[in-house]
């Protein structure tokens, strides 16, 4: 079992920063491809950014050039750095964990980003 808990939301301006943590427990997480989706109200979940247990990085098109995912195995941490905050990446920012067919998410943090 892998138990994820993200940080790091808030409150920004657009043009801002955020960074967003994800400390998971329970397991190793260097075994794990891991993920942060996104969730604004009426829509539907979808792919932010998401690492490989190697380190391979992929992007929605959306966030390219503005947003990095990176991962601390040895602290079991996976982070997303977000720059040049737009208003429509208002959304609840949830993390994951993927392995062998199972998946795991957080609880998520909410991120706000004013015009």
């Known amino acids: 079992q892998v138990q994820l808990v993200e940080s790091g939301g808030g409150l920004v301006q657009a043009g801002g920063s955020l960074r967003l943590s994800c400390a998971a427990s329970g397991s190793i997480l260097s075994y794990y491809a891991m993920g942060w989706y996104r969730q604004a109200p009426g829509k539907q979940r979808g792919l932010v950014a998401r690492?490989?247990?190697?380190?391979?990085?992929n992007y929605a098109d959306s966030v390219k050039g503005r947003f990095t995912i990176s991962r601390d195995n040895a602290k079991n941490t996976v982070v997303l750095q977000m720059n040049s905050l737009k208003t429509e990446n208002t959304a609840d920012y949830y993390c994951?964990?993927?392995?062998?067919?199972?998946?795991?998410w957080g609880r998520g943090t909410k991120v706000t980003v004013s015009s």
């Open positions: 994951a964990a993927f392995y062998r067919g199972y998946s795991y």
């Open positions: 690492i490989t247990s190697d380190g391979n990085t």
